[in-house]
């Protein structure tokens, strides 16, 4: 695709080009599309889901996190036991027939807490930039771990949050980079064996924040 000039400046994508007032869509020279208003805005994903990929875009930003794992139970309890683990946040690239080309990138999910250690949380340490939607403040954090009594019957650990993935696919130039699929890891399942009332809580689900970008 080319490039609209204005007083030497080649118009950015998201830049709006008008004709008598009205917002263009495309611009066309002797009937060849030269220039597509896109608007490059950020998709965040709390959910698993596909985008379909724009002809006109290059390359793909991307942020992922994990599910945190879930809590442990408390050590002397009927059933007692680790939290499991919390599922992977995953990026493909697939092709027009829905087939795997690659694997973009994975956050891993947290681990589940273990039975006995005192309970401890594991709050997701949101980084530096990353926005929400989709990371409010308990994205990803492992849960709690269930309450024990005391000294000789220990709290179950926390699970641990999720990890992360950050960087920047570039879409195949051979035009078979049709879409991307995001499977949003789940939070972990706690063991709830403890004191009544202080049952371990589950992890909380990733996810993931995609920027479409046309070099």
Not at 45 to 72: I, M, N
Not at 140 to 155: A, K, V
Not at 159 to 186: E, K, R, V
Request: glycine share 24%.
């Amino acid at each position: 695709m080319g490039d609209i000039y204005f007083n030497g400046t080649a118009l950015a994508s998201e830049k709006k080009v008008k004709f008598n007032g009205t917002d263009m869509s495309n611009v066309y020279f002797n009937g060849t599309k030269i220039w597509t208003y896109y608007s490059e805005t950020p998709q965040a994903f709390t959910s698993s889901g596909t985008y379909v990929l724009d002809p006109a875009e290059t390359s793909v930003q991307y942020k992922l996190s994990g599910g945190g794992g879930g809590g442990g139970g408390a050590i002397g309890y009927s059933g007692t036991g680790d939290g499991t683990a919390g599922g992977d946040t995953i990026l493909k690239v697939l092709d027009s027939s829905g087939n795997v080309r690659q694997t973009i990138a994975t956050a891993s999910g947290g681990i589940g807490g273990s039975g006995g250690g005192n309970n401890s949380t594991c709050d997701f340490s949101i980084p530096s930039g990353w926005a929400n939607p989709p990371w409010s403040s308990t994205t990803s954090d492992g849960g709690i771990g269930s309450q024990g009594s005391g000294e000789g019957n220990p709290s179950g650990k926390g699970g641990t949050a999720g990890s992360t993935a950050t960087g920047t696919y570039t879409i195949n130039a051979d035009g078979n980079d049709h879409t991307l699929q995001i499977t949003i890891g789940g939070g972990g399942t706690a063991n709830t064996a403890g004191e009544a009332g202080g049952s371990g809580q589950n992890g909380n689900s990733g996810g993931a924040w995609l920027l479409y970008i046309i070099s």
